[in-house]
């Protein structure tokens, strides 16, 4: 295999950071999920005071266009209007507080776990991943067999991607694919793609939460920023709770 890719010159160059851009976008998963897992009471209680201060505003912009017009506000058909238009919010925060669920249960692998799940995906993803392989796209049970690894490998499960490792095996020797003779075509132009793509995940959130997360006083810093400005919409929503009582009369 080493003769294989010396001869195709920049194969080596190829795998290896197609490689490490599956490696950078599973530490993204990983640091968003301990984001959301740190941050996440606070994110949720901040949202949720904004999305009653939305709410608030809306039903002032409602009814002062009635006054405006000479009529008394109808508020409860006024709410019902205002209930709908604001569902994509409520929505987004049940997502929120699903997430953070979700991250408040997961767990952390042992290391040597973890380094034998990296090690498996690399030997399989050099084999069958889809833009080193191209029958793996053509193939739907090639196609399916490296769905589920992925999943295994961002999931961290080890018996699976271990079992996973036998049928993929297994798999390219039924069909007869011999690997050792694929041909990337425009190989220079994926790895300058590869290279974008790479660098735009190690600058961008959510990888970047790992910079916050590994330094004990940003995190406390950010947590009381957080309490801050919940405090100040709290502040704000009395003042829109007086402004819709004193168009109301209530």
């Not at 194969?11 to 968003?32: I, M, N, S, T």
């Not at 005071?49 to 266009?65: H, M, N, P």
């Not at 049970?141 to 769905?147: A, T």
Request: glycine residues 2%; aromatic residues 8%; contains cysteine.
């Amino acid at each position: 295999m080493d003769l294989i890719k010396i001869a195709l010159g920049d194969y080596p160059r190829y795998e290896e950071l197609l490689l490490r851009k599956d490696k950078f976008e599973k530490e993204a998963v990983y640091w968003y999920s301990e984001y959301i897992r740190v941050f996440g009471k606070y994110l949720i209680d901040l949202f949720e005071i904004k999305v009653e201060c939305i709410r608030l505003k809306k039903l002032i912009s409602y009814a002062q266009t009635e006054i405006n017009k000479g009529f008394t506000p109808k508020m409860d058909e006024i709410n019902v209007l205002v209930d709908e238009q604001m569902k994509s919010y409520y929505e987004e925060l049940k997502v929120m507080i699903s997430d953070h669920e979700a991250a408040k249960k997961s767990n952390v692998i042992p290391a040597h776990e973890a380094l034998k799940i990296k090690k498996i995906y690399r030997e399989i993803a050099k084999i069958l991943h889809p833009d080193i392989n191209p029958q793996t796209q053509k193939d739907p049970e090639l196609l399916d067999l490296w769905n589920r690894v992925v999943a295994a490998y961002k999931c961290n499960h080890l018996e699976d991607i271990e079992e996973l490792q036998v049928l993929v095996n297994n798999a390219l020797s039924e069909k007869g694919i011999d690997v050792s003779k694929i041909v990337i075509p425009d190989i220079e132009e994926k790895i300058k793609k590869l290279e974008e793509k790479i660098n735009e995940i190690i600058t961008t959130d959510p990888y970047n939460f790992k910079f916050l997360l590994e330094d004990p006083e940003e995190t406390e810093q950010r947590k009381k920023d957080l309490e801050e400005e919940k405090k100040q919409y709290i502040n704000y929503k009395k003042e829109l709770e007086d402004i819709l009582n004193e168009l109301t009369g209530e």
